[in-house]
């Protein structure tokens, strides 16, 4: 009877927390918010080919093309809200840099890693950032496929499933050149 009581104790006291009391490991108080700031630590250029080649690999039309696409990243996340311990919404934009998309996510903490995930009926998407204290980073990716000096396609994302380098890779056909720069998209706590 004794161990009943204390555990319908715990329960009760559990149910009945203070909404404003911090949470986690960073000690949050919901609604958090986390802005965008800057592009940080983009990689040279490399390319990669069908027959494994990936080095480091530099023309300057691909770089001024790069460059340009690199515009479309500052859009990619505008912000990610964390809601409450496994409910965030992200805003930003769809890989043409236009088109605005605002996601409910259900998101899971791995110690200062977030796996953002979102069922958009024909997948499961998901995103990850890497969390210090008051500033999150996502990885992207900005990359061009040619082939024969003509261009096949051309996308800048934040690394998601189905947009990652493997991915990019992954479709590299015989002849192909895969044009790529890694890049860290970082976001800053917004103060309340």
């Known amino acids: 009877m004794a161990l009943f009581l204390l555990v319908l104790s715990h329960i009760i006291s559990s149910c009945c927390k203070d909404e ?3 949470y986690g490991p960073f000690k949050d108080v919901f609604p958090v918010e986390f802005n ?3 592009i940080t630590n983009i990689t040279p250029t490399h390319i990669y080919t069908s027959d494994g080649s990936d080095k480091i690999f530099s023309l300057p039309e691909r770089e001024y093309e790069i460059g340009v696409n690199m515009n479309t990243a500052k859009n ?3 912000y990610i809200k964390l809601l409450s311990p496994d409910q965030s919404e992200i805003k930003g ?3 043409d840099g236009v088109t605005e998309v605002v996601l409910d996510a259900k998101y899971t903490l791995n110690g200062d890693t977030y796996t953002f995930t979102k069922d958009i009926f024909i997948q499961v998407i998901n995103y990850n950032a890497v969390r210090l204290i008051d500033t999150m980073t996502m990885k992207g990716i900005s990359c061009i496929r040619y082939n024969a000096g003509a261009r096949k396609s051309r996308s800048t994302v934040v690394q ?3 947009y990652t380098l493997e991915d990019e890779k ?3 056909e015989a002849g192909d050149t895969l044009y790529y720069r890694i890049f860290d998209i970082k976001l ?3 103060d309340k």
Do not use: I, M, S
């Open 170 to 172: 992954a479709n590299v």
């Open 93 to 95: 934009k769809q890989r």
């Open 188 to 190: 800053v706590k917004k």
């Open 36 to 38: 965008f700031d800057t």
């Open 20 to 22: 404003n009391e911090p």
């Open 160 to 162: 998601v499933t189905g």
């Open 76 to 78: 990619q996340v505008e």
